[in-house]
């Protein structure tokens, strides 16, 4: 069964720092990996989806990186921002699109 | 276009009673799928469809059906509520195999 890991649980940061978020898989034959955003009592929205045969993906302040023989993901946000405090998901697609999620990384942002 | 559209946003069930979440897509998606997400435990998939007609059981299915007539819809029964299915529930869509994710808003459902 893969198991989806997300290091730290939460996490504080100040305003312009950067923030690097660490995901970690137990099993490295996935299809691919997204990152998505949610904010208290909203829905997902979808940042990043990087395919298993890419090393990482960039949108923006936002950079994602996959190591799939070490089982492992890292976003990167820059200059973080108050608006960037929210939970952010890491999920693994493992066939027909069926999603493994972390529980998540709570970040706050310090203005 | 709307996206994923979940309804109704909030419910409350006495135990015992069957209801109906509402899940639509306009985007001509093939592949659909619910989740349901608990404190401490994440987001946990409970059926999944890989197009019309087409359906299966996910991790947490026991005390729910599905069913698939429609590319455009894929609501999710619940036979007889428990205190055990309070929880929110997401809906799920993607375009085609191993491509990106688009979630409803949720569908907060007390049981009690």
């Known amino acids: 069964k893969q198991e989806v890991t997300q290091i730290p649980a939460a996490l504080s940061v100040p305003e312009g720092e950067n923030l690097v978020l660490n995901c970690s898989f137990t099993?490295?034959?996935?299809?691919?990996l997204q990152w998505f955003r949610q904010d208290p009592g909203k829905g997902l929205t979808s940042l990043l989806l990087?395919?298993?045969?890419?090393r990482e993906q960039t949108s923006g302040r936002l950079n994602a990186s996959l190591d799939k023989s070490s089982g492992r993901s890292t976003l990167y946000i820059a200059a973080s921002q108050p608006g960037d405090s929210a939970t952010y998901l890491c999920?693994?697609?493992?066939?027909?699109?069926?999603?493994?999620f972390g529980k998540g990384n709570q970040v706050v942002v310090i203005p | 276009n709307a996206g994923v559209t979940q309804t109704p946003k909030f419910q409350v069930l006495k135990t015992g009673q069957s209801m109906t979440l509402q899940c639509a897509q306009d985007?001509?998606?093939?592949?659909m799928s619910w989740y349901r997400q608990d404190p401490g435990m994440g987001l946990r998939l409970i059926h999944y469809?890989?197009?019309?007609?087409?359906?299966d059981q996910g991790e947490v299915p026991n005390g729910y059906n599905v069913s698939r007539s429609t590319t455009e819809d894929f609501p999710l029964r619940l036979l007889s509520a428990a205190p055990s299915q309070t929880s929110v529930y997401f809906c799920?869509?993607?375009?085609?195999?191993?491509?990106?994710?688009?979630f409803g808003q949720g569908t907060r459902l007390t049981v009690v």
């Open positions: 985007m001509n998606h093939e592949y």
């Open positions: 799920a869509s993607s375009y085609s195999l191993n491509t990106e994710a688009f």
């Open positions: 099993d490295s034959a996935i299809y691919n």
């Open positions: 999920a693994v697609h493992y066939g027909n699109n069926r999603l493994a």
């Open positions: 469809s890989v197009g019309a007609g087409i359906t």
């Open positions: 990087i395919q298993s045969s890419q």
